[in-house]
């Protein structure tokens, strides 16, 4: 299994970014994907996660409310629609997946740069 991320770039203060992520290969027993983000010096933290089969959507209290994340399983597709962007959200967004009955996230992406400036 990949996962390809595209979408991230430079944007600023208060602009708008759409992140994409593209699973190839065998998937299956999908549970979940999750965008997680990594700051310069930080650890990796959770942003947002939906479901695959109910499309049941979390998020990181950072970006409730600006961030919208959705999932097209016919294209085996997420995106992550970020609105109101302030420099704090600037990192390395990377994909992953989970798996059924399955702990944690098993694939994870490349991951796709967004710096936002003030």
């Known amino acids: 299994v990949q996962l390809e991320e595209a979408g991230g770039g430079l944007v600023q203060t208060g602009g708008s970014l759409r992140l994409s992520c593209t699973a190839f290969g065998d998937i299956v027993s999908v549970e979940n994907m999750a965008w997680f983000r990594q700051a310069p010096g930080k650890e990796r933290e959770f942003v947002a996660r939906?479901?695959?089969?109910?499309?049941?959507?979390t998020y990181a209290d950072s970006v409730s409310g600006r961030f919208a994340i959705s999932r097209d399983t016919a294209k085996n597709t997420m995106w992550l629609q970020m609105y109101d962007l302030n420099p704090e959200d600037t990192g390395v967004y990377y994909c992953?997946?989970?798996?059924?009955?399955?702990?944690?996230?098993?694939?994870w992406g490349q991951g796709t740069q967004v710096t936002v400036t003030s």
């Open positions: 939906i479901t695959w089969n109910s499309a049941v959507t």
């Open positions: 992953t997946i989970g798996l059924t009955f399955t702990p944690g996230y098993q694939y």
